[in-house]
């Protein structure tokens, strides 16, 4: 792949662009585009062309762009998303219509928690997450059983960088997370929004790291919490027990 003149690859423009969406621009201008990926207007105007023509991205009528149908399809070609949302999806409805809040599925992705998937119901407490999108790991309960599962090195290299905004919160982070590892699960009263209460358990591997996380989002201080935490760590035993196998051969 050929480089522009200020040094970045044409893929290195394409991926900025397409990263400049998210959950607050889902749509977006093409100067505000161009802006946002920090490329040149005019080249994003030319690759605008290539990439809504392969319906990577789209044009809506009053020229706001957005991202494409395609990259949705792409992303649901992913084997290991598609096994996990497969498994756990099951035991997500159980859980969903048992306590009658969101439920979701999330993973520890670039030190970032990704939702993968998302169940709510109406009258469900309100919910900053969104499928597709990321979530702080030190605020989320989420986050805290990802990291509390991860191997040595994904623990101690997340800590690296980003230890001082963690230690804030946590002053006695170590210590948190050894208590989620004794008792399976976290929860979180509050942190993100003031009116919720996060819990999530981890879907393990054969080496007890974390593979995911499931999780619930509760009108805080819910008479819920106990049974959706029951509920979670039977449920991600049984989404270990359906990927596990697959993971190992």
């Known amino acids: 792949m050929a480089n522009s003149r200020s040094g970045d690859s044409m893929l290195d423009r394409l991926v900025r662009i397409l990263d400049a969406f998210d959950a607050q621009n889902p749509t977006l201008t093409v100067n505000a585009l161009a802006r946002r990926a920090d490329v040149p207007r005019a080249t994003t105007y030319r690759l605008l062309e290539n990439l809504v023509a392969h319906g990577l991205l789209a044009r809506d ?33 159980d859980i969903n219509q048992l306590v009658g809040q969101n439920t979701q599925l999330a993973v520890l992705h670039e030190d970032d928690v990704l939702v993968i998937e ?61 208590e989620i590892r004794r008792s399976g699960y976290a929860t979180f009263d509050g942190f993100i929004d003031p009116e919720s209460t996060g819990a999530a358990a981890p879907i393990l591997d054969g080496r007890g790291h974390a ?7 509760l009108p805080r201080g819910s008479d819920l919490l106990p049974a959706a935490v029951m509920a979670l760590q039977t449920a991600v035993r049984g989404i270990g027990r359906a990927l596990v196998p697959a993971t190992d051969t």
Do not use: C, I
Request: net charge positive.
């Open 61 to 93: 009528t009053d020229g706001q762009v957005r991202l494409g149908l395609r990259l949705w399809e792409l992303a649901n070609r992913s084997a290991s998303t598609l096994s996990l949302r497969q498994a756990a999806l099951p035991f997500m409805e």
């Open 118 to 178: 998302r169940l709510s119901r109406p009258g469900s407490v309100v919910n900053q997450a969104n499928v597709a999108g990321r979530m702080p790991v030190h605020l989320t309960s989420m986050g805290m059983a990802l990291l509390a599962y991860s191997p040595a090195s994904v623990l101690e290299g997340y800590l690296a960088r980003h230890g001082e905004a963690m230690l804030a919160r946590h002053p006695k982070l170590r210590h948190e997370l050894a």
């Open 211 to 217: 593979l995911a996380v499931l999780a619930v989002v």
